[in-house]
């Protein structure tokens, strides 16, 4: 059975998400502050974390820093605030989603599944596929192992860069619009979220390019979306 850690200190909120999870067929475990959050999401095992932005004592922020350095698990970021620079921050140091409140319950339990159901194919894929290797110039993507190198410096890579990396790569000059690269990679109907993507792909610049400012890898195709280069 999958194990999800929800961080939330709205109890009615722990509540409701807990019953809708369990009844989907997860354990769900809780927490309520950050601090104790932090603690629970580093020393045991989980599938995936919801986590609230604004905690007392440790905010979602530091939780997701934290547990990103440790682990690739999904994480689904919740927030009251609906400034994007929160959520620009909140996809820059990890997350794999963010969710503004308030927020239908079943489209939480629908993302919680597309993550997870994701996540367990990729873990799939790289324990079983032989020949996963991408070169292109520099730039190395070995998916057996989930790493990137650039002329052979290893670059950190959150889950979901990662994947985002691979499937343009895998697709070599081909334009892909936002919303298609989200439905691809995030598994769910884009529903106008074009930020994610967005965020993502400036951080992948950043890690590859030798100047983000004129990318060689990932092209912007104005008015439609991104290509990758051979």
């Not at 109890?11 to 067929?25: R, S």
């Not at 057996?144 to 697709?171: G, M, P, Q």
Request: charged letters at 35%.
């Amino acid at each position: 059975m999958k194990r999800i850690l929800i961080v939330e200190d709205e109890q009615v909120i722990v509540e409701v998400e807990k019953d809708y999870l369990e009844a989907a067929g997860y354990a769900v475990d809780t927490a309520t502050s950050g601090d104790t959050g932090l603690r629970k999401a580093l020393e045991e095992d989980y599938d995936l974390i919801i986590l609230d932005l604004m905690l007392p004592k440790t905010d979602g922020f530091e939780i997701c820093r934290e547990v990103r350095q440790a682990k690739n698990i999904p994480i689904l970021m919740l927030s009251a605030r609906k400034e994007d620079i929160d959520k620009i921050r909140g996809l820059g140091l990890g997350a794999d989603d963010y969710m503004t409140k308030p927020f239908s319950v079943g489209e939480l339990v629908a993302r919680v599944k597309a993550h997870l159901a994701r996540y367990d194919r990729l873990t799939a894929d790289s324990r079983t596929r032989q020949t996963d290797e991408i070169r292109i110039r520099g730039l190395r993507i070995d998916k057996r192992s989930r790493k990137v190198f650039v002329n052979e410096s290893e670059v950190a890579c959150t889950s979901k860069e990662f994947d985002l990396l691979h499937f343009l790569a895998l697709h070599p000059n081909r334009a892909f619009s936002k919303d298609e690269l989200y439905e691809k990679i995030w598994g769910l109907d884009a529903l106008s979220d074009t930020a994610t993507v967005t965020v993502y792909i400036s951080k992948l610049r950043e890690k590859i390019e030798a100047d983000p400012s004129k990318p060689q890898y990932i092209e912007t195709i104005w008015g439609v979306g991104y290509r990758f280069n051979l």
